[in-house]
């Protein structure tokens, strides 16, 4: 690229979408099929050894990272150019082509084409399986039977919660729970059966998105937990990897567990907003109890990222890092986002 012809943002990200990193990272280590949010995981860039597949692929932005810590790096292709081949950006544009001449208006319309063929394929792709598996969930909530008077119920006595009475919440007296391994073509096989509480994910038009599944302890039907157990089950593969023992399938994006919700001809109540079912509901039954004059809707997302989404603007430093300059200041009653 000569200084006569420096690429424009757009230039720059029509570069990007022609040499997609999913396929240089694919030529080095093995991906996983794009999940319902696009996302492709691997194994590890610096240790292919390591486990549970920390690498990560945005199959839509194509941009890419590692959770494993630093030594993998992360971002769009010019940084994996830059890591893994030791390229700086003007290197990199070179190997990408970005300082060939300018084309001609005939061949930038005929690469905008093709990028927008790519991108609708992209949509269709992830379209169809987010249906795919929604029809998947839908088999499993509509499997499940009802929840009153079943383990589901010593479940929430266990975690000091009364009994849910939910449209939401179903049970299943031996749901079968999947794992793969760390091989991202293996085929999942069934490494556990028990009992598990079954949830509806509706989403924001009321329709079904999904299920949240917790699995729990067969112990909770003889009275048999020892003190401090959680309640759900403990699930373990064969080399002694624990695994969680909940799990959602289909659409949960913007999407929510409603413990309950408005009745009917009811216009407006205090929506409370949880991450699990038993946050939700454990804040849901207090204010029910203790609170007068108010209707209280409990809704879970089922997880943080689904209630806070990505982050917006530039970040904030945590404040235990005022907390230790001594710097905090005083909590303000009356302002926006602060408690009194």
Known sequence: MTASHRLSPHELAAL???HPVEAMIGARVKLGRANARGIRSGACL???VRGKSPLWLDTRSQTWGCLKGAGCGGGDVFDYLAQWEGLDFLSALRRLGGDRV???PEEVAAAQDTRDRRRREQEERE???LERQRERAWSIWTSAGPSAGTIVDAYFRWRGIEPLVSVSLRYSADEAYFDAGDDVDARPVVIWRGPCMV?????QSGVFGGVH????????ATGGLPEGASGKATIVRADGTALPAKKMRGIKRGGAIRLNDLAPGQARAVLIIGEGIETTATALQACQRHATGARFVGWAAGDLGNIAGGGLGPST???SNDIRKG????????????LG
Do not use: M, N, V
């Not at 949830?199 to 989403?203: K, L, P, S």
């Not at 710097?327 to 602060?338: A, L, P, V, Y």
């Open 213 to 220: 599944r917790t699995w729990l302890d067969p112990r909770l």
């Open 102 to 104: 300018a084309a001609s």
């Open 16 to 18: 990007k979408a022609d």
């Open 317 to 319: 430093p945590h404040l």
């Open 127 to 129: 379209a169809a399986e």
């Open 199 to 203: 949830a509806a994910i509706r989403r």
């Open 327 to 338: 710097t905090g200041g005083d909590i303000e009653k009356d302002t926006t986002g602060r």
């Open 46 to 48: 610096c240790d292919p």
